[in-house]
């Protein structure tokens, strides 16, 4: 069984709203492209090393309507050449209730039952990458279908727009598998395994405070 990776651009109130531009999302969201002025080498580094040994991706319909626009008509010699490449090289799995457009090399619809589908590409894979697709965030949130979350939260508030844990979030427990990495633009990527459990609570007027307990 591989390993399902939501990789999730936020700012300081969790909003994942259209981060790289209008284009995301064009419904009246007043921030689109709130990600391009805080990109720097360290993070634009981090991205690229977390999308190693990627083998598959799954989108929600939005997004990869996005990228399926934009990946395959992308010119070799850019900053983003390595992105392009194994976007257009990997299978692409779309979760839509609708009939999108799967003109895009290696492209599949998931089935309508979409935990179980998931499952399956979790089985056939070692590394999917979930990128973007809020909506389907908060199914594999609430099913607790994914393995890894990086998130790389930026020194903004914007106030207004779709949240990362937007309803979809159950009392879930992760692990912190690294040191937290800060740019210079003060973005800091955090990266988070899945953990066994809900949440523990604990007295802080307790002597014993800092051991949580789950009963």
């Known amino acids: 069984m591989g390993l399902i990776h939501i990789e999730m651009f ?3 109130d969790l909003v994942g709203q259209a981060p790289g531009g209008p284009d995301e999302d064009p419904e009246g969201f007043p921030f689109g492209g709130w990600q391009a002025p805080l990109l720097d080498e360290v ?3 981090q991205v690229g090393a977390a999308y190693e040994g990627t083998d598959a991706l799954l989108l929600g319909r939005r997004t990869y309507d996005i990228f399926a626009a934009y990946w395959p008509k992308y010119q070799e010699g850019g900053e983003d ?3 392009a490449a194994l976007f257009n090289r990997v299978p ?3 979760a839509s209730r609708g009939t999108p457009d799967l003109s895009w090399d290696g492209s599949v619809q998931l089935g309508p039952d979409l935990a179980a589908a998931v499952r399956e590409v979790r089985d056939r894979h070692e ?3 979930v ?3 809020l909506d389907l965030v908060q199914t594999l949130l609430r099913e607790r ?3 890894r979350l990086d998130l790389w939260v930026h020194p903004i508030v914007l106030g207004v727009g779709k949240k990362v844990f937007d309803g979809g979030a159950v009392p879930t427990s992760l692990t912190l598998l690294e040191p937290p990495a800060a740019g210079g ?6 990266r988070y395994g899945l953990a066994e459990g809900t949440p523990a609570t604990g007295d802080m007027s307790a002597p014993d405070r800092g051991v949580g307990r789950d009963d």
């Open 10 to 12: 936020a700012t300081l």
């Open 43 to 45: 993070s634009g580094a």
């Open 81 to 83: 050449n390595e992105i």
């Open 92 to 94: 692409k799995y779309v």
């Open 127 to 129: 590394h999917v990458k």
């Open 131 to 133: 990128v973007g697709s």
């Open 145 to 147: 279908l994914f393995d």
């Open 185 to 190: 633009k003060g973005t800091v990527y955090l």
